[in-house]
């Protein structure tokens, strides 16, 4: 009778009281969003999700043993088998993929259907990073057009749901990275730094505020308890333009361990480069620029005490282009000697609260210098074939960001469902200064006579600055199991706009079933974009005057036209989208995962500057207005398999279309002419196709330490104006396009061991169908080279080798 009672009393206990499991990394960190399943004889699995401290809790209904499996993308997976049921407090840690590691058999997470996740993400982690062989692998940016709704202009920019690049939130360890003058993509980091890469298209949460294109997130590595060296890229690349030819060294070196075993650890990730450009079109003594960078990330953090982690980084970068801008249209005395030169120092400080609550705070600082010059002081001359002479414009500034954030996550509320709050505020201050100097600009005819002569008189040197801030909450309310439902309210105020912005989001997920076969997803959202400063500058940037010349080139046919760009901040709104979505995942027969995506964007208010003189005005005053709308929808389908040891295949299929009513962007020096019209953006590619993935080779003799890997893109050519020799458009806006770009790469890679090392050697052979592929095309119609592209991709061989792990 005492010994039933005894059992009773046990029973009642562990069915009453609950289990607490904490989930963090090897260096402490909490892992929000790891996927728990718990497994116990005679009952249904449970499913459970951690929250923003990393934490979960569940009631045993069984005195007994249990089986405990904990998983996130990105991170191996842990089993915990015969869990004892009477503990009240389990305490896991997840350890991330790296890139060298011990030949142990450790099984990674494989990416499944999230049914708590809201937004439209896409995940690459260490697998995809060191796996897919993405062209000139020197720069982790060309691996983001392989996640479906990215595309990558001519210039190397990223374009997120059909936008700007300056309207897409670029981060690195939660900082915001862009050019805080131009807004670009600028700041690079060695790809073998990287630990993770997260891209969001739509649904995204309030607390990515100022942005309405979407948001490009990198993670990158942190030290453990073992000290790890890696090499990467000893051996140059060569393509075959013109006959085989020299094409890159790209060297890169990462280095981590612990500063103090259990409690303090740091990584270094270093890369050099040196590129041969070579441009085939250009005469054989000045065909090349030979150009020079490098970046440092030195990162370190120190657990204060197991409740309070500061970590701190310092993110350099160095660029030198003798001949900056070569083209086939552009030669070497056309170019500009630029050097660049952008660091950003950060800290960041988390503290978890014995109540589940979680407190992150970060400052970080970024500062540019930019400086390019021209060759000599010839005249620039501007003919319907190429440029002539030394470029007009010498030009240096300096740009600064700092930013300071600040995230409070609260424990979960329960009230019809569990309530996951977190609120926050960030603070920006952006300035720059610019001292640029112009010399005239000819624009001459076919027959070489002079058609129009601008000259810019000379300015002093400017400066702008602009304050920010924005709060936001947000709640992730799980009603029941399989429904998450979403809702934020954000704020936003800058000092150059000064009008309040609110912006409420809210996105559903409903996934049926306990086992999550299908997942459904909707949101809707107001995104506000952040204040551009590159149209601002327009604004300082003196006068235009032009002098039209009769057909001789001698003759004046007019006097000095005069061109000047003006802004009015109090008059200006800030850029908007309202941005709406549906999409399905269901994982189909043979752990098969698809999915299909709509987006609807609709931009308003955008930045555009008009000619106040009247739509066939060749010159006269432009006032910086709200008048460009930008529309752009896309369907997207993609399917991923992974087999046993990781092994993935890719495949995605993007319809979209971006279009805008202000497709003539006008700028105070050498601009497009003529009456603004609609057409589409100059990234707009209505067809997609992207498929990466890497297999055993099929060999069984060398299957074991032999892959296969490969890259395939097909996308609509981009669209480009044609002009006359005066630069005023002819015909529609983006009425011509690029030949269709097609580009299969696939490639090899051994691994072997050597003197205790395992290291793999890696062949690519890009593009190896030799589609031509243009980057260059002549669009003024005045030419007879009008039409002719050029620059065109040919074959190249690229070779890898890195360190996979040591015995």
Known sequence: MAAGLLYFVSFAAVAQ??????????????????????????????????????????????????????????????????????????????????????????AASTVGIDPEQTSLKSTMNTSEIVNIPYPTSRDIRNLLPFNPGIVQDA??????????????????????????????????????????????????????????????????????????????????SFHDVNGIRFDKFVPRFTFSGPLIRNRAWFFDGLETEYDNIYIQELPADADTNHLIRGSNLVKAQVNLTSANILSSGLLFNDYH???????????????????????????????????????????????????????????????????QGSYFESEVSHSHREEGTATLYLPPRYWLGRHDVKTGVDIDHVDFDVDVSRAPVSYLREDGTLLRRSVFPSQAPFTRHNFETGAFIQDRWLARQGVMIEPGLRFDWDEIIRRPLFSPRLAVVYAPGSEVKTKLSAGVGLYYEHTQLEYLTRALAGVRSDTYYAPDGMTPISGPMETVFDENNGSLHQTRAVNWSVGVERELPGRIYAGANFIEKRISDGFVYANQSGLGALSGAYLLTNQRSDHYDSVEFDARHTFANGYTLFAAYTRSSAHTNAALDYVPTVSLLGPQQSGPLAWDAPNQLISWGWLPFLLPKFKKSWDFVYTLQWQSGFPFDAVDANRQVVGAAGSYRFPDFVSFSPGLEWRFHFRGAYIGLRGVLENATDSRNPGVVNNVIDSPAFGTFSEFQGRAVTARLRLIGAK
């Open 321 to 387: 282009s003798p001949y900056d801008g070569i083209s086939s249209l552009t030669p070497q005395q056309s170019t500009t000697k630029r050097d660049t030169v952008a660091w950003l120092p950060y800290l960041r400080d988390q503290h978890s609260f014995s109540s589940g609550m979680l407190l992150d705070t970060g400052f970080g600082y970024v500062r540019f210098r930019d400086g390019y010059e021209p060759h000599g002081d010839e005249p620039y001359k501007l003919t319907p074939e190429l440029s």
């Open 155 to 236: 210039s190397g920019q990223i374009h997120v749901a059909g936008s700007e690049t300056y309207a897409t939130l670029d981060l690195l360890d939660g900082f915001d990275i862009r050019s805080p003058l131009s807004g670009q993509l600028a700041m690079r980091v060695s790809a073998d730094a990287v630990r993770s890469i997260d891209t969001e298209t739509t649904r995204y949460p309030v607390q990515f505020g100022k942005t309405t294109g979407g948001v490009v997130a990198f993670y990158t590595g942190m030290g453990d308890n073992k000290f790890r060296f890696n090499a990467t890229d000893f051996l140059p």
């Open 17 to 106: 009281t609950p289990v607490v499991v904490t989930v963090s990394d090897e260096n402490g960190l909490a892992v929000s969003g790891a996927q728990l399943t718990l497994s116990q004889a005679g009952r249904r699995d449970i499913e459970l999700q951690t929250d923003y401290a990393g934490r979960c809790s569940y009631s045993l209904h069984r005195n007994a043993s249990y089986q405990l499996r904990v998983e996130k993308p990105g991170f191996y997976q842990v089993l915990k088998s015969d869990v004892d049921a009477h503990l009240v407090e389990v305490a896991v840690v997840l350890v991330h993929v790296q890139v060298i590691q011990q030949e142990v058999h450790v």
